[in-house]
């Protein structure tokens, strides 16, 4: 269900869950359907015997692909006309990650009513692991 | 930089859709996609990052012949220092002008974008390079502008900081 700009005001929030207790096996799904093998995601020798970190980590583009789950439940299918974000911290297997829109702004443009959302997307620990800004058309 | 053809196929949506957890039936049930506002099967919005599977040098794929830097015997398969990974990802941004769905054969060209650089605490210097990709379709419409910003660090992050 698309969302209706007359049921709408700023500072409105949706907010989901977006993973929990994220998976090797997940790093690895994605790393498959999208193509990017980097091996700092899915190969934990490499990624601690000679790249130097703690252990294998999510693409940015999951945790992107996760937040992009949240916001198109909220806004209907096909709804979105930007979603541009900024990876701010890592994300680890094991993490769970919750995703939060908030209303930002209710315009119009050429006609077509939108809405601009903020977005971030936080660990466990409150940690803030991507932040951005998305854009929705709305019904009246 | 080479332009890529980019097929959008169902069978690679519901993957992908799968891999990000999303069991939204407009990304993998004909049937009642049909039923939805869509009209049909869509992709999910970062489903454009998959191009990456359609470009034959991506360097990110290991390739038969060629040494991966990723680990085997050894953990690293390339000898002396290892290969930089590419660095990390910083920022990704889309604009769409529509939504992709199975059968679209998208054109896929990326232009460098600016360059800059900042000093991290928790990095070291840090070098941000800007690419933009442009997605048209199958009668040269542009779909999907991608601005994706890479990373490239001094030193691992620092966990601690």
Redesign the interface.
């Known amino acids: 269900m ?1 969302l209706k700009a007359s049921r709408l005001k700023v500072g409105d929030t949706h907010k989901e869950r ?2 929990e207790n994220l998976s090797r096996t ?1 790093i690895v ?2 790393a ?9 995601h899915t ?1 934990e ?2 990624t601690t ?6 252990t294998v980590f999510a ?4 945790t ?3 937040t ?2 949240m ?3 909220y806004v ?3 709804r ?8 701010t911290n ?1 994300v680890w297997p094991g993490d769970t990650l919750d995703s939060i829109a908030t209303v930002a702004a209710l315009r119009q443009e050429a006609g077509q009513q939108l809405v601009d959302l903020t977005v971030s997307t936080v660990n466990q620990d409150g940690r803030e692991v991507m932040n ?1 800004t998305a854009t929705a058309r709305l019904d009246p | 930089m080479a332009k890529i053809t980019f097929p959008v196929e169902g069978t690679h949506i519901m993957m992908f859709a799968r891999a990000v957890g999303d069991t939204n039936p407009v990304y993998h049930d004909g049937e009642a996609a049909k039923k939805t506002e869509a009209g049909g099967v869509i992709a999910p919005p970062t489903f454009p990052q998959a191009v990456a599977q359609f470009d034959p040098e991506y360097h990110l794929r290991p390739k038969p012949g060629q040494q991966w830097f990723g680990s085997a015997k050894e953990p690293s398969g390339v000898e002396g220092k290892a290969q930089s990974s590419g660095g990390l990802h910083a920022e990704q941004h889309y604009e769409y002008h529509r939504h992709l769905r199975p059968g679209d054969v998208l054109t896929a060209e990326t232009k460098p974008g600016k360059s800059w650089e900042k000093q991290s605490q928790r990095a070291g210097k840090l070098v941000f390079r800007e690419r933009i990709t442009e997605y048209r379709d199958q009668k040269g419409e542009l779909v999907i502008t991608a601005r994706g910003v890479g990373v490239t660090t001094e030193r691992p992050v620092d966990q601690k900081k």
């Open positions: 698309a977006v993973v997940q799904q994605y498959g359907v999208s193509g990017d093998y980097n091996p700092l190969d020798v490499y015997k000679v790249a130097g970190y703690p693409h940015g583009m999951l992107m692909g996760l992009g789950k916001l198109t439940n209907g299918d096909g979105l006309t930007k979603f541009g974000v900024r990876f890592q951005g």
